[in-house]
């Protein structure tokens, strides 16, 4: 069983939400105005995945294979029943390429959401003008096709990489920062939307921390 459904927070700063009323049809964050609500699943497994990508109308990203060691860790997704699923996140654990464990964030997200740019430690919700100037710094294989991702420098202690696949961010973020090295190797990521049958074949594990949004610095 998937669980109870967590509360809803923003899924740029993980605040509660105010739900829609009266005078608005949207989410609404003390700081961000009107959001996507955000929810991370309290339980991982084949059945959460696969729930997740059915309702998403943006893909759920999953490294194929998995890099050695890893094990998913977490699942998300920011939408609501008027707008649909907008963003997904898929977390995983494993072995730091240097050594010591590491956490791995995979995002797809159409513009204005901030998820991504949340677990970057970025202030906007997407990575900015200019972003994509110079060669890229990692490519990945994102279903079938070649996607180049930028690094970007961030607020936190993370590796951060930006990219466009299939019209919309990807991003790839890392813990810590030398765990960044994972992206010289050219991943291979599948949509499970498309492949749904993948999740079975999964290595899982236990939840990841990263997998809520940090809270801004006061």
Not at 6 to 24: D, F, I, N, V, Y
Not at 120 to 132: M, R, S, T, V
Request: hydrophobic share 45%; glycine share 12%; net charge negative.
């Amino acid at each position: 069983m998937i669980g109870m459904r967590p509360e809803p927070t923003c899924p740029r700063c993980a605040s509660p939400l105010r739900p829609p009323g009266l005078w608005s049809k949207d989410w609404q964050c003390q700081t961000h105005g009107a959001v996507l609500p955000f929810r991370a699943l309290p339980r991982i497994g084949a059945e959460g995945l696969q729930q997740t990508a059915a309702n998403a109308a943006v893909p759920l990203w999953v490294p194929t294979p998995q890099p050695s060691g890893w094990l998913v860790s977490g699942v998300g997704a920011a939408g609501d029943e008027r707008q649909g699923v907008q963003a997904t996140v898929l977390a995983l654990s494993g072995p730091a390429p240097l050594g010591g464990p590491a956490e791995f964030l995979l995002v797809a997200e159409e513009p204005g959401v901030g998820l991504g740019a949340a677990y970057a430690g970025l202030a906007g919700p997407d990575p900015g003008e200019g972003f994509d100037t110079g060669a890229p710094h990692a490519r990945v294989e994102a279903a079938g096709h070649p996607t180049a991702l930028w690094s970007l420098p961030t607020s936190s202690a993370c590796a951060a990489f930006v990219g466009e696949g299939m019209g919309l961010w990807l991003w790839a973020v890392l813990w810590p920062l030398e765990a960044g090295v994972l992206m010289l190797e050219e991943l291979r990521l599948a949509d499970l939307r498309e492949w749904p049958a993948l999740a079975e074949s999964l290595p899982y594990g236990a939840l990841s921390p990263r997998l809520v949004p940090p809270r801004p610095a006061a």
